[in-house]
């Protein structure tokens, strides 16, 4: 398993992924400055919306460990006729996902308890968005097949041109054209939908050209359903922790829920940035597991666990030197750019924990060990709520402290997850239980 082999699959996924958070960075950025109310909208909003898609990441995941495993056994046909189905499954959760988001956004803002003013933004921002969300979901399960076929430059240019869309749109529709933080959410669902359409393209043709069916067979999408849903699970959990996180910030100021908004927002950038070493765990290890190749899948993780604590430095240095320059590109109100620099400081330290975390998890999925991934992030919710649960009911006290050190605690609440994540992610690696081979 060489280091060339890895880079090639790695670098490309890494440019792709940091250009997705690239779309919410824009929409943070431009509505930034529109005020802290409707960047506290955002947050709320954004919380929700990526709660309603990311709960779906088994359809990138789970095919990608799919469709390797098959390539792995030398199954072409069957791998991409697998991932065909997986699209058909994106489409039907993705309208599904739309009605219930857009009907119910008003109920759904009013959960994380913030401001009406703030509420009243986020609902334009979730009701818009939702329409971008059947292609939110095709976009996941398409580059999941081509991840799978080791192909990670095709979702690199589709995302490149994606974001270079996102962001002309939506300057243009924000001030321009005068439609303040619904022109932000229009530019994000025109350009998710356009590179959902271009993806399914792409692997429409690959399934052509090895004899796969492209229509929709009954028993591959229900396989593809029933087979996500520890993933499904283990994502619930995760995302669960992500809006306690919210839920607690929005209870504290909406000075501290802003902040909290773009620095989850640079969370999701360094995430993502780590992320693509956790694409080319999930590749490379369902390839080596669908071959019979155990030695190899072992060795595979622990030369990704050390790029990954490295990386984790690296990025730890660099937003440590920048924490108090990057708050000026999200606003011009400086108390928050102090507010947002304490919690900056704090995600740095994180980092390093990051990087180990998501490998283990890519290792975990590439290998199709959905359950016991479903057990542990549930359990690791269980040990981070009730410190979430404790913190928002002195919300008042935290307000006391200032909104810096507020800030400053919520952080260190959600490294905690983190730390609880990384080990339970750790012990299960050392053990040999995930270790099954076969397509």
């Given at each position: 398993m060489s280091a060339r082999q890895i880079a090639a699959l790695a670098v490309p996924a890494f440019l792709a992924l940091i250009v997705e958070p690239l779309f919410l960075l824009a929409d943070t950025a431009i509505v930034g400055h529109l005020g802290t109310v409707p960047l506290a909208g955002l947050g709320v909003a954004s919380a929700a919306l990526l709660t309603g898609v990311n709960v779906f990441?088994?359809?990138?995941?789970?095919?990608?460990?799919?469709?390797?495993?098959?390539?792995?056994?030398?199954?072409?046909?069957?791998?991409?006729?697998?991932?065909?189905?997986?699209?058909?499954?994106?489409?039907?959760?993705?309208?599904?996902?739309?009605?219930?988001?857009?009907?119910?956004?008003?109920?759904?803002?009013?959960?994380?308890?913030?401001?009406?003013?703030?509420?009243?933004?986020?609902?334009?921002?979730?009701r818009i968005s939702a329409i971008g969300i059947p292609g939110m979901l095709v976009i996941l399960a398409a580059t999941g097949v081509l991840r799978g076929l080791l192909d990670t430059r095709t979702p690199l240019i589709a995302a490149t041109i994606g974001f270079a869309v996102n962001i002309a749109l939506n300057y243009l529709l924000v001030y321009p054209a005068g439609l303040g933080i619904a022109g932000s959410a229009w530019g994000t669902v025109i350009a998710q939908t356009g590179?959902?359409?271009?993806?399914?393209?792409?692997?429409?043709?690959?399934?052509?050209?090895?004899?796969?069916?492209?229509?929709?067979?009954?028993?591959?999408?229900?396989?593809?359903?029933?087979?996500?849903?520890?993933?499904?699970?283990?994502?619930?959990?995760?995302?669960?922790?992500?809006?306690?996180?919210?839920?607690?910030?929005?209870?504290v100021s909406t000075v501290v829920l802003a902040a909290n908004q773009v620095s989850m927002t640079v969370f999701s950038f360094m995430a993502f940035a780590l992320d693509a070493l956790a694409i080319a765990a999930q590749t490379m290890t369902g390839r080596a597991l669908g071959a019979g190749d155990r030695s190899g899948a072992r060795q595979l993780t622990r030369i990704l666990t050390w790029w990954g604590l490295g990386l984790g430095f690296a990025l730890a240095v660099l937003l440590a030197a920048t924490h108090t320059v990057l708050p000026v590109l999200f606003t011009n109100d400086r108390h928050l750019q102090q507010t947002l620099g304490a919690a900056l400081l704090v995600l740095a330290v994180l980092l390093p924990v990051c990087g180990v975390v998501f490998v283990l998890d890519g290792?975990?999925?590439?290998?199709?060990?959905?359950?016991?991934?479903?057990?542990?992030?549930?359990?690791?919710?269980?040990?981070?709520?009730?410190?979430?649960?404790?913190?928002?009911?002195?919300?008042?006290?935290?307000?006391?402290?200032?909104?810096?050190?507020?800030?400053?605690?919520?952080?260190?609440?959600?490294?905690?997850?983190?730390?609880?994540?990384?080990i339970g992610l750790g012990l299960r690696a050392r053990s040999d239980h995930w270790l099954v081979t076969g397509s």
């Open positions: 990441v088994f359809l990138a995941y789970g095919t990608t460990a799919l469709v390797a495993r098959r390539m792995g056994a030398g199954q072409e046909s069957e791998a991409l006729a697998g991932g065909v189905d997986g699209i058909w499954l994106s489409i039907v959760l993705g309208a599904v996902t739309a009605i219930v988001v857009g009907t119910c956004a008003e109920p759904i803002c009013r959960l994380f308890g913030a401001s009406d003013a703030t509420v009243d933004q986020a609902v334009i921002y979730l590179m959902g359409i271009g993806l399914g393209l792409v692997v429409a043709q690959q399934a052509r050209a090895k004899g796969a069916r492209l229509t929709p067979h009954p028993a591959g999408v229900l396989t593809s359903a029933t087979s996500g849903v520890p993933l499904l699970v283990r994502t619930l959990a995760l995302r669960g922790a992500l809006l306690l996180d919210t839920w607690l910030s929005a209870g290792v975990l999925i590439g290998a199709g060990d959905g359950r016991a991934l479903a057990w542990l992030q549930v359990l690791v919710l269980l040990g981070y709520a009730p410190v979430v649960i404790a913190l928002r009911a002195r919300a008042h006290e935290l307000a006391g402290l200032g909104d810096s050190t507020a800030m400053v605690i919520v952080w260190l609440a959600f490294g905690w997850f983190l730390v609880l994540r990384c």
